[in-house]
């Protein structure tokens, strides 16, 4: 079984700075893709940004120059550094992760449980 622990929301005020950190844990055989997905009230479930296992990034237009995603691979951990905060950036913020648990034959995606960022004055 494999558990990914998000930590790093919170309210921080327009223009402000967070950082998120999830931590990948269990039978873990290898990682291809971490990423991190967020969902504002009343909208569906959208990618900010995913790191693949040779590090190419990619990211939504809308965090472009704000954000950086970062992989820590030796911890099995990715972070969100997010800058330049707006309250349109208000949402739970999703870890996600494609990996191998036991097998090389077999993927599977795993989900946090979600973090709040609240983006306010």
């Known amino acids: 079984q494999v558990q990914l622990v998000e930590s790093g929301g919170g309210l921080v005020q327009p223009g402000g700075s967070l950082r998120l950190s999830c931590a990948a844990s269990g039978t873990i055989l290898s990682i291809n893709a971490m990423g991190w997905y967020r969902q504002a009230p009343g909208k569906q479930r959208e990618l900010v940004a995913v790191?693949?296992?040779?590090?190419?990034?990619n990211y939504a237009d809308s965090v472009k120059g704000r954000f950086t995603i970062s992989r820590d691979n030796a911890k099995n951990t990715v972070y969100l550094q997010m800058t330049s905060l707006k309250p349109e950036d208000t949402a739970v913020y999703y870890c996600?992760?494609?990996?191998?648990?036991?097998?090389?034959?077999?993927?599977?995606?795993?989900w946090g449980q979600g973090t709040q960022v609240t983006v306010s004055s």
């Open positions: 790191i693949v296992s040779g590090g190419r990034t």
């Open positions: 996600n992760a494609d990996l191998r648990t036991t097998s090389w034959n077999t993927r599977y995606v795993y």
